[in-house]
Protein backbone atom coordinates (compact mmCIF):
# COMPACT_ATOMS: atom_id res chain seq x y z
CA UNK A 1 0.00 0.00 0.00
CA UNK A 2 1.40 3.57 -0.31
CA UNK A 3 -0.65 6.04 1.64
CA UNK A 4 0.49 9.28 -0.24
CA UNK A 5 -0.21 7.56 -3.20
CA UNK A 6 -4.09 6.59 -2.21
CA UNK A 7 -4.79 8.86 0.10
CA UNK A 8 -8.83 8.22 -0.26
CA UNK A 9 -8.13 5.30 0.06
CA UNK A 10 -9.81 3.23 3.33
CA UNK A 11 -7.01 0.54 4.06
CA UNK A 12 -7.74 -3.09 6.06
CA UNK A 13 -5.75 -3.77 9.28
CA UNK A 14 -4.45 -6.64 6.78
CA UNK A 15 -2.74 -3.92 4.82
CA UNK A 16 -1.85 -1.49 7.28
CA UNK A 17 0.18 -3.98 9.34
CA UNK A 18 1.85 -5.30 6.29
CA UNK A 19 2.69 -1.57 5.11
CA UNK A 20 4.36 -1.39 8.72
CA UNK A 21 5.59 -5.08 9.02
CA UNK A 22 3.50 -5.92 11.84
CA UNK A 23 0.87 -8.13 12.88
CA UNK A 24 -2.70 -7.99 12.30
CA UNK A 25 -3.40 -7.58 16.18
CA UNK A 26 -0.97 -4.74 16.92
CA UNK A 27 -2.47 -2.71 14.50
CA UNK A 28 -6.12 -3.41 16.38
CA UNK A 29 -4.03 -2.85 19.54
CA UNK A 30 -2.99 0.97 18.22
CA UNK A 31 -6.45 1.36 17.54
CA UNK A 32 -7.55 0.47 20.57
CA UNK A 33 -5.37 2.94 22.29
CA UNK A 34 -5.89 5.82 20.03
CA UNK A 35 -2.65 5.88 18.12
CA UNK A 36 -4.47 5.08 14.92
CA UNK A 37 -8.05 6.41 14.46
CA UNK A 38 -10.07 3.44 12.76
CA UNK A 39 -14.20 3.01 12.13
CA UNK A 40 -15.48 -0.65 12.80
CA UNK A 41 -18.61 -0.98 10.51
CA UNK A 42 -19.01 -4.63 10.74
CA UNK A 43 -16.59 -6.80 12.07
CA UNK A 44 -13.67 -5.36 10.91
CA UNK A 45 -11.41 -2.30 11.58
CA UNK A 46 -11.25 0.01 8.40
CA UNK A 47 -8.60 2.85 8.47
CA UNK A 48 -8.32 5.44 6.00
CA UNK A 49 -5.18 6.62 4.51
CA UNK A 50 -5.04 10.04 6.31
CA UNK A 51 -4.97 7.93 10.22
CA UNK A 52 -1.77 6.07 8.15
CA UNK A 53 -0.32 8.91 6.63
CA UNK A 54 -0.57 10.49 10.57
CA UNK A 55 0.99 7.93 12.39
CA UNK A 56 3.82 7.78 10.21
CA UNK A 57 4.68 11.19 10.50
CA UNK A 58 4.46 10.76 15.12
CA UNK A 59 6.64 7.89 14.09
CA UNK A 60 9.31 9.66 12.11
CA UNK A 61 9.61 11.93 14.99
CA UNK A 62 10.13 9.20 17.62
CA UNK A 63 14.25 8.38 18.48
CA UNK A 64 15.32 5.22 19.09
Excluded: H, M
Aim: hydrophobic share 35%; proline share 8%.
Amino acid sequence: INPYQDSGRIFTVKEVAEYFSVTPRTICQWIDLGNLPATKPGRGYRIPAESVIKLIQRRKRIVY
